[in-house]
Every structure is written in structure tokens, then in C-alpha cells.
């Protein structure tokens, strides 16, 4: 039969007996996206001096597997993995990591949703751990965790919601020095006055128990024999605004301050306050965004340098990040990266700063 004489001609009357038969909608929908870049990095152990350069191969891939919500109950299950090998990095050779997050949500009614998210995840690289730390430490680990974090969100009326979550982490390093468990408490409260306005204000708590690490004194001694907790309490306020009714530029707000406080001498004890703004232009095939922070640390006990009154100990941390994209069909696409980094503080070998570029391609298929 030809596309011109079928039934679903409006000016014409199916036999008699006929039925009409519509096609059943997919119960199951999946994305999937490759992509590969390669790239230069100039500081891969994030050191104040001797920075070690490489250029670098990165792949990835990701992907989504959802069930289209047509009831009360929605599943989801979103995987990625990516790995960078540098070429002619001497101290690092590579890095990789594995994120792996499942969810179902419930929906009661109009106004109440239940969610139960799990997150599996693997991290191999380097990270500078001296923020909380008593001695600059730039390590390679490799570290893996589980986490849980159920939730209930209330649209208690329009416009606005809130939302209690719980979550519970069990980390694991190789070398065992920072293993222990995370706990937390979040409670967010949303408002959007407009359809293109969304202002969100979260409050969390958390604490985390180490298996290995013991308190040190307000000197800087390690007190065999303990163990570290540590408390932390953070408020960030959140704006994602859309700019144009064509959805063209988007922009998100965060402000936010957290208290790290430990259960001994408050030898690690620390205020962070942080601020991220990004923007995001999309028009046609082109995508560009940007992406800022600092971080402000300053340290309740620790100091730098000797003396009668050495000066407390304060770092600042800056981050941007620049993302051009071009759909080049319709299902590749290509784009280029910029990203830099840079730690100052008045610990002169806890400084450093990194800058990284490459160029990719990405594959990605819908069904």
C-alpha cells in the first residue's frame, strides 16, 4: 500500500468493520554518546614549581536508559566513563573514572514525590588534599564509594516546593589513609515566580567518621590513638534565570558558605565561601558556555610561616571553564575545551596553577 492511499488520510473513511490501531508509545527510551579529544595539559601534579607537562588522549562514553514516566513511577539509570592517557607524563601516566547513577521516583498525587537515588563511582588522579590536611599533599589515589540518598519533595503550592533528602557514603582509597563513611542531612526550598526564574536555598549538614586518621593538637602533633570526625554545616542559595523568550542564554547563581569543623583541637578546622557563575548560550547547531568559581578558605588554627603571631592560614581558588560546541550534523558534533585552574596561598609551596585545552569529536544515538 502506497503512503498516499492509507487510512490515516483524514479525507477518507476506514472500511467497515475497521478499527483504528494507534501506534503504542515506547515504554523504554536510551541515549548513548562517544566522544574522544586530545589535548595539552601543563602541571599534571598541581606543584608550585617543576610542573610536569604532557599532551594527552581522551575517550569517553555515557549514556541514559529511562522509562517514559506515563504513571506514578519513573526509573532512570545514567552511566559514564572517561579515561585520559598522557603521553608524556612521567609522574602520572593516566586517569580514569566510572559514575554510575540508578533513580526511581513515585509520584503521590500532584504535590508529592519520592525519590531513591544510588551512586556507585570510581575517581584515578591526582588530588590535592592540603586543604585539610597539616602538610602540602598533592597524591595520586584511586577511590571508590557508594552512596544512597533518598528524598520527598513537596509542591506545597505554585510556585513553590521543598525538599528533604538524606544520603549515606561508604569511601574506599587504595591506600586505606582517608577511608570512612559520610552521613548528611539536606533541606532545600525552591520558588519560581516565573517561568524563566528559579531561586533555590539549601541548608546541609554532614559528618564523616576516618577508620585511619587520628586528631592532631593545635600545634600540629599527631595524637595517636584517635580518631577524626568531622562536622560540616554549608547554605548556598542558587539562581538559574533564563534571559529570552527563544532560550537562547541562561545563567546560574551560586553563593554559599561551609564550616568544616573537626571533633579535637580544630587543627583542621575551616571556613570555605564560594561563589560559581555560569552561563550558557545555545542557537541552531552552536553551544557556548562558561564556567567560573572561587573559593575562598580561610583557617581557624592552622598558620603559616614562624614567629610570635604567624598569620593564619588562607587559600584561594579560582576556576574557569570554556565550552564551544557545534552539532555538525545530526549526530556529531564537535567542540573544543579550555579549562584553568588556579590555588594561591599565602603558604607559598601550596600555590600552583593549571591550564588545560583540547579538541574533540562526540558521536551520540537516540532510540
Known sequence: MSAGSGWAQSDQAAPAGAEWVLPALPTWTAVAAVETAVGFKDNLVLSADNEERSSFARGGVEFLVMRVPTGPLELSLFGQADGTRFLTGEAIKDERKLWLHAEA??????RWKVTLPATGYYDAG????SATDAERIVAELKVKGLMVSPAVRWDFTPGWWLEAQASGERKRYDDGANDGEVGGQDLRLGWSPAKRLELR???????????SR?????????????????????VELRADVGWDRAGHWRTTTRVGLLHYRDNGSGYFNYRDLRATQDVEWKRGDWLVRLETAVNRIEFGVQTVGLGLAPPARVKDEYEAALRVERQWSARVAVFGDYRWERSRCNDAIASYRVNECLLGVRWSWER
Request: aromatic share 12%; hydrophobic share 40%; no cysteine.
Open 201 to 211: 536555598l539549601k541548608g546541609v549538614r554532614r559528618w564523616r567518621s576516618f577508620e
Open 214 to 234: 587520628a586528631l592532631f593538637n593545635a600545634a600540629g602533633r599527631e595524637l595517636v590513638g584517635t580518631e577524626l570526625k568531622v562536622d560540616e554545616r554549608e
Open 126 to 129: 591526582v588530588f590535592d588534599q
Open 105 to 110: 521516583a513515585y509520584r503521590l498525587g500532584s
